[in-house]
């Protein structure tokens, strides 16, 4: 291998790395409730998100949008595993396994231990190389499974 494929090959894994941590940032969000601070350094300004509940497009109330998403839970952990990245110059897809466990609230708003919505699923999408880092572009949640009940839909 020569010097050049060995640079090129160690800055596709620095960009796959890049990407993957993008990921698993993404899933701490939802953990931690940091949208209004984080999401805007997840997303492209135009960034487009799709979960099952429904989908948003701009930074602009994407923190509204996950907020009301999560707003049936207390306590949740967000798992992204097997985390896949193909990279083609400046974009780069992406494709990770999920597992999810949230703690449903009770009426008086008071997270119940014994009541647990768990789902799996696959999160994919597409990522851009800007000039603050790689951002998502667009993702996709496809839940493969679920079990337990949450209540209705958020709005």
Same mark, same amino acid.
């Not at 790395?17 to 409730?33: N, P, Q, S, T």
């Given at each position: 291998?020569?010097?050049?494929?060995?640079?090129?090959?160690?800055?596709?894994?620095?960009?796959?790395?890049?990407?993957?941590?993008?990921?698993?940032?993404?899933?701490?969000?939802?953990?931690?409730?940091?949208?209004?601070?984080?999401?805007?350094?997840?997303?492209?300004?135009?960034?487009?998100?799709?979960?099952?509940?429904?989908?948003?497009?701009? !930074? @602009? %109330?994407?923190?509204?949008?996950?907020?009301? =998403?999560?707003?049936?839970? +207390?306590?949740?952990?967000?798992?992204? $595993?097997?985390?896949?990245?193909?990279?083609?110059?400046?974009?780069?897809?992406?494709?990770?396994?999920?597992?999810?466990?949230?703690?449903?609230?009770?009426?008086?708003?008071?997270?119940?231990?014994?009541?647990?919505? !768990? @789902? %799996?699923?696959?999160?994919?999408?597409?990522? =851009?190389?800007?000039?603050? +880092?790689?951002?998502?572009?667009?993702? $996709?949640?496809?839940?493969?499974?679920?079990?337990?009940?949450?209540?209705?839909?958020?709005?």
């Amino acid at each position: 291998m020569t010097p050049e494929d060995q640079e090129l090959a160690l800055l596709g894994l620095i960009d796959r790395a890049a990407v993957r941590e993008l990921v698993d940032r993404y899933a701490k969000v939802f953990d931690d409730r940091s949208f209004t601070a984080l999401l805007p350094t997840l997303f492209v300004p135009d960034g487009e998100i799709r979960l099952p509940p429904g989908g948003h497009r701009g !930074l @602009a %109330g994407m923190d509204d949008f996950h907020r009301d =998403v999560m707003r049936p839970f +207390g306590p949740t952990q967000h798992l992204f $595993t097997n985390t896949l990245v193909d990279i083609e110059g400046d974009q780069a897809t992406f494709q990770a396994n999920t597992h999810v466990t949230h703690t449903v609230l009770k009426d008086d708003g008071t997270a119940d231990d014994d009541d647990l919505f !768990l @789902a %799996g699923g696959v999160l994919a999408g597409v990522t =851009v190389r800007t000039t603050a +880092g790689w951002r998502f572009q667009k993702v $996709t949640l496809d839940v493969i499974w679920r079990q337990g009940d949450f209540g209705p839909p958020a709005p």
